[in-house]
């Protein structure tokens, strides 16, 4: 079973809108990654979040990580039809450990 | 050229047949991995390697099997194919700096159907 539930599964925002996306962990997370998938291609590195209460930002997009390091928040300020696409967290979710899994990733579509 | 390159883009196979899917990387990575996404599931790693000679398996690694010979290949093979292996699947590699893996590098995808 998925071990990182991402919500919502999917989201439709008009454009200019502001929108959150979150993944969260049972378990606490010692690398937390937001990737972008464009419909049909690979996925597209956004950041990485280590520390708990960490924050990030690229553009208009940013990132946090909660102090227990169980749930991280992606949130896309004045969205564009470029951001457009499934969003997905991945992480490490022991320290060492090598093994890099995702959530079950959010749809989100821009409407004009 | 740098980056990760799977072969091939599309795939169509018959049930029972063997086929494999491959993945190169230029940057001589020592993690790769392989990951199927479908609808509904996101993506699940199927098996990893740390490095040459090193392999293990992830959350899906039911009939499938992996090699390593060379740091940058991490071919994928579907011994005998099932329409349930109809998927998209991605390759990726990363470097890891304190225990943790740096930004992974995903191929394109090969869609593969089993019909």
């Known amino acids: 079973s998925q071990e990182l539930e991402q919500s919502p599964q999917s989201l439709i925002v008009q454009e200019g809108k502001n929108l959150t996306i979150n993944c969260t962990s049972s378990k606490t997370l010692y690398g937390l990654y937001w990737y972008k998938q464009k419909y049909g291609e690979g996925l597209i590195f956004l950041m990485m979040?280590?520390?708990?209460?960490e924050e990030k930002s690229h553009e208009k997009i940013t990132a946090k990580l909660d102090e227990k390091k169980q749930q991280s928040s992606l949130h896309i300020t004045a969205s564009q039809p470029s951001h457009a696409g499934i969003y997905l967290c991945g992480a490490d979710r022991s320290f060492g450990n090598e093994k890099l899994t995702f959530g079950t990733g959010t749809r989100l579509t821009i409407i004009p | 050229d740098a980056g990760i390159t799977q072969s091939p883009r599309y795939k169509i196979t018959e049930t029972g047949r063997q086929v494999t899917l491959m993945c190169h990387q230029t940057?001589?990575?020592?993690?790769m991995f392989w990951y199927r996404q479908d609808l509904g599931h996101g993506l699940r790693l199927i098996y990893y390697?740390?490095?040459?000679?090193?392999?293990d398996k992830g959350e899906v690694p039911d009939g499938y099997v992996v090699s390593r010979s060379k740091t940058e290949n991490f071919p994928l093979t579907l011994e005998s194919a099932t329409r349930s292996q109809t998927s998209v699947y991605f390759c990726?590699?990363?470097?890891?700096?304190?225990?943790?893996?740096?930004?992974?590098?995903f191929g394109q995808g090969t869609r593969l159907t089993v019909v």
């Open positions: 990726a590699s990363s470097a890891r700096t304190g225990g943790l893996n740096t930004e992974a590098f």
């Open positions: 979040l280590q520390k708990g209460g």
């Open positions: 940057w001589s990575h020592s993690y």
């Open positions: 390697s740390a490095a040459a000679d090193i392999t």
